[in-house]
């Protein structure tokens, strides 16, 4: 400890003003033997001081000239050297008088603990900064809270441009570069825990403790990188499996017509997709299409008709664009000339189709031809792979009309209870496919209500919840013609559908009779129910007569032809009336039918 020295008594000036001595700088300082005197007002430079007493043997800093301290010089050393500026640890001690009240000196925060270092560092992973903030070091902690408070608004402004396009969200591009930022942001926040963890000076704890937060941290800074890795991974899976359903097997059949951003549907108003259920058992050569609908879809509002064809109606005709129309000219006749036969004679007959895989087309071709309407493009699903999809979308809700029994010819499988409930993938496909005490056209009624249910329960929070789910079941069951740079296209018109009105329309007896069917009535129907689908859903929904008759269906709807024949007229708007569940062959909804 260092002696207090005494006052100096000045030589000069009888009391000296602190403020002066500020001005005037140093004024004290000790010489040989610890003794203070007053420098002089004219005091030589001090490095000429110095040399000087350098020459004497004098030291200039308390000591003599063999380095040791003079009388109550231990320790004192440079202090008495023109007052140096104030060491921020002495505190109150380093003011001179006249400087006001002795004031206190910074505050530390107090040492951190293994708990509250984990803690700081965890926090950096939510509000990055937050540890170098508590660490003292203030620029580079705001630095950092300022980065990420530009990164959230850049994704949020990103994001914001798909309000209004949310089909660009599937495109190509936005894939990649949702991939590449979900890349960056990993390691950004990998490197952001590891330099948190490091600022708070792990150090100064305790061994034990050191080895605690050093595994608790390398813990954190892998775990912030799996959101990251999981959002990379969706988005791939998604472009993976889209990819992998638009691609053509061999590269066979027409060349995809060219989309175009600013008008994809080349100026058409409405869009025809053929839905198909195939089945592809082990016990079968080729694919069966036991189940075909086409989607008519208003591309304006979004109003779209089902039509059902039987599996077994016989001897369509073809187009004469076709190859087929030239080896059928009276209408199909091989494999019993059953409509479901068509994709497998194709596939099995390259020299007739003019190449492979060329059943989609043929398919195409002759239902289009039947219903009056340009089939642009297709949409196969595999029976056993949907059943796989429904369990990824956690089940369906149906209602069953009544027990439904499955599996053999008596239903010894199992049975589906009637009632509101929750099928699973397996009673799904059973409910649309069973024959026991049933037909072909009663499996048509359940199987457009299937359709219809999956497309209202298949809304976005479902998806995103099961999505990897979904997309490895859709990656092995799906196959469609639709090209690749439309699909952005169809996801708003998606969205619009499925909030719009939905009819369906079955060609089945006694409307039409699968072994004879009427070709003409079939495109009038068709051409009808379109027709109706562009009205208001209010307007289908009450149209009926003042006196509660049911209006005919020509006092509503204007006539399917310029010039129709007087028996088409009369079979369109007097259907016969029976008491068969489909006794009134006019489109109704889905909500009325299948009791949505």
């Not at 990824?392 to 029994?405: H, Y």
Request: net charge positive; charged share 20%; aromatic share 6%.
């Amino acid at each position: 400890m260092s002696q207090t020295q005494p006052r100096p008594r000045p030589r000069r000036r009888p009391q000296q003003e602190p403020q002066q001595g500020l001005h005037q700088g140093p004024q004290q300082g000790t010489g040989q033997g610890g003794e203070s005197r007053q420098t002089p007002q004219a005091s030589p430079p001090r490095g000429q001081e110095q040399r000087g007493q350098r020459q004497h043997g004098q030291r200039t800093d308390g000591q003599d000239g063999q380095g040791r301290h003079g009388p109550g010089q231990r320790g004192q050393g440079r202090r008495g050297q023109g007052q140096r500026s104030p060491d921020p640890r002495q505190g109150s001690r380093s003011r001179g008088p006249g400087q006001g009240p002795a004031a206190r000196g910074p505050r530390y925060a107090r040492p951190l603990t293994t708990a509250s270092l984990i803690g700081w560092t965890a926090l950096s992973a939510l509000v990055p900064g937050a540890a170098h903030l508590r660490a003292g070091r203030r620029r580079l902690g705001f630095g950092l809270l300022a980065a990420f408070g530009v990164v959230l608004v850049a994704i949020v402004l990103y994001g914001l441009r798909f309000t209004g396009d949310a089909g660009a969200v599937i495109r190509s591009s936005t894939l990649t570069t949702i991939m590449i930022g979900s890349g960056v942001c990993a390691l950004a926040w990998f490197t952001l825990m590891v330099l948190s963890y490091v600022t708070l000076r792990p150090r100064r704890l305790s061994q034990n403790g050191q080895i605690v937060s050093g595994i608790v941290a390398g813990v954190l800074s892998v775990s912030v990188m799996a959101p990251f890795a999981l959002t990379a991974s969706a988005v791939k899976a998604v472009g993976e499996t889209l990819d992998a359903i638009t691609a053509p097997s061999d590269g066979s059949g027409p060349t995809p017509v060219p989309i175009r951003a600013e008008d994809p549907w080349n100026g058409r108003k409405r869009i025809n997709f053929l839905l198909i259920g195939g089945d592809a058992a082990g016990n079968r050569e080729s694919v069966r299409t036991d189940s075909m609908t086409v989607a008519s879809v208003n591309l304006a509002t979004g109003n779209t008709v089902l039509f059902s064809l039987p599996r077994n109606l016989q001897y369509v005709r073809f187009p004469p664009s076709s190859p087929l129309h030239k080896q059928f000219p009276d209408g199909f006749t091989a494999e019993q000339g059953l409509l479901n036969a068509v994709w497998y004679y194709a596939d099995n007959n390259p020299q007739v189709m003019g190449g492979k895989n060329r059943g989609a087309q043929a398919l195409k071709d002759a239902i289009g031809y039947t219903l009056g309407l340009k089939i642009d493009y297709y949409a196969m699903v595999d029976m056993f792979g949907f059943a796989r999809l429904i369990d990824a979308m956690g089940g369906l809700r149906m209602r069953v009309e009544r027990d439904i029994k499955w599996g053999g010819h008596f239903g010894t499988a199992g049975t589906i209870k009637a009632g509101y409930r929750r099928l699973t993938g397996e009673e799904v496909l059973w409910y649309g496919r069973s024959r026991v005490d049933s037909d072909d056209f009663s499996r048509m009624s359940r199987q457009r209500c299937v359709i219809g249910a999956l497309a209202q329960q298949a809304n976005p929070a479902t998806v995103l919840t099961n999505f990897t789910k979904i997309a490895g079941a859709t990656r092995h069951m799906f196959r469609t013609d639709i090209p690749r740079d439309l699909l952005e296209h169809l996801v708003p018109l998606g969205l619009k559908a499925k909030d719009a009105k939905i009819t369906s329309l079955q060609f089945v007896p006694p409307l039409v009779w699968p072994g004879n069917p009427n070709w003409d009535k079939i495109r009038a129907l068709t051409l009808k129910a379109i027709r109706e689908s562009m009205t208001d859903r209010r307007t289908v929904a009450a149209k009926a007569s003042p006196s509660g008759v049911p209006a005919t269906a020509g006092a509503a709807t204007p006539q399917v032809s310029a010039n129709p024949s007087p028996s088409r007229s009369r079979l369109i708007t007097q259907p016969t009336r029976t008491p068969t569940p489909n006794d009134d062959r006019e489109a109704k909804g889905l909500d009325e039918l299948c009791g949505f």
